[in-house]
């Protein structure tokens, strides 16, 4: 079982930074894929990145492409989501997930996710 705890979300202004934690339980983080989604108000949940098992592979939804990067720690069973120049569409819950060890889904959908945080809420004042 893997347990996701998420961390770093709170009220910031327009263009700032933050970023996102999300520290994982057990000994399996390294082969898992990690993944952030986010959730605003009303709105289905969204994919915002992922890092693959190694971290080699980290893409970014085209929505935060060039703002929003994902990274791992191993060592630190930790993933990150690095925020900066923030908009105030960028409100949401973001939720950190993980895929299965060693599964060979690295993706977009929810389904492709097997264990969730209990997400952490991000509101960007404009």
């Known amino acids: 079982q893997v347990q996701l705890v998420e961390s770093g979300g709170r009220l910031v202004q327009a263009g700032g930074s933050l970023r996102l934690s999300c520290a994982a339980s057990?000994?399996?983080?390294?082969?898992?894929?990690m993944a952030w989604f986010r959730q605003a108000l009303g709105k289905e949940r969204e994919f915002v990145g992922v890092?693959?098992?190694?971290?080699?592979?980290?893409p970014i939804a085209d929505s935060v492409k060039g703002r929003f990067t994902i990274s791992r720690d191993n060592a630190k069973n930790t993933v990150y989501l690095q925020m900066n120049s923030l908009k105030p569409e960028d409100t949401a819950v973001y939720y950190c997930?993980?895929?299965?060890?060693?599964?060979?889904?690295?993706?977009?959908?929810?389904?492709?996710?097997?264990?969730w945080g209990q997400g952490t809420q991000v509101t960007v004042s404009s």
């Open positions: 890092a693959s098992w190694d971290g080699r592979i980290t």
């Open positions: 057990g000994r399996t983080f390294s082969s898992l894929h």
């Open positions: 997930a993980a895929t299965t060890p060693y599964s060979e889904y690295i993706g977009v959908r929810v389904e492709g996710y097997n264990y």
